[in-house]
């Protein structure tokens, strides 16, 4: 049974930072690529960023460039996700994701199995 977890959300202030950590279990975690996805109230999910298997590649929703940075540690089953500058229009809860290849994919359908998501608040 494949296992999705996040954490590491919070409420902070607008300017800090948070580093969201994902674990992933049942499956082989250094096979697949791995995503971010973040939906905030009264509005669509939309995909934050994503890192192939190898963590060679990976790639950032436009809006997200330069604010949010994503790692993997395959020994440790591990993603995180580092948000700085944090702003108001930040918050949502943020989910993590498996895919279903070695590479990234920015269609959500690629990814079949999903964590229940770690809130993040950011106050003004």
């Known amino acids: 049974q494949v296992q999705v977890v996040e954490s590491g959300g919070g409420l902070v202030q607008a300017g800090g930072s948070l580093r969201l950590s994902c674990t992933a279990s049942?499956?082989?975690?250094?096979?697949?690529?791995m995503g971010w996805f973040r939906q905030a109230p009264e509005k669509e999910r939309e995909g934050v960023s994503c890192i192939s298997r190898t963590g060679v590649s990976s790639y950032y929703a436009d809006s997200m460039k330069g604010r949010f940075t994503v790692s993997r540690d395959n020994a440790a089953n591990t993603l995180y996700l580092q948000i700085d500058s944090l702003k108001p229009e930040d918050t949502a809860m943020y989910y993590c994701?498996?895919?279903?290849?070695?590479?990234?994919?920015?269609?959500?359908?690629?990814?079949?199995?999903w964590g229940q998501g770690t809130q993040v608040t950011v106050s003004s």
């Open positions: 994701a498996a895919a279903r290849y070695s590479f990234c994919s920015r269609n959500p359908q690629d990814f079949p199995y």
């Open positions: 049942g499956l082989a975690f250094e096979a697949y690529a």
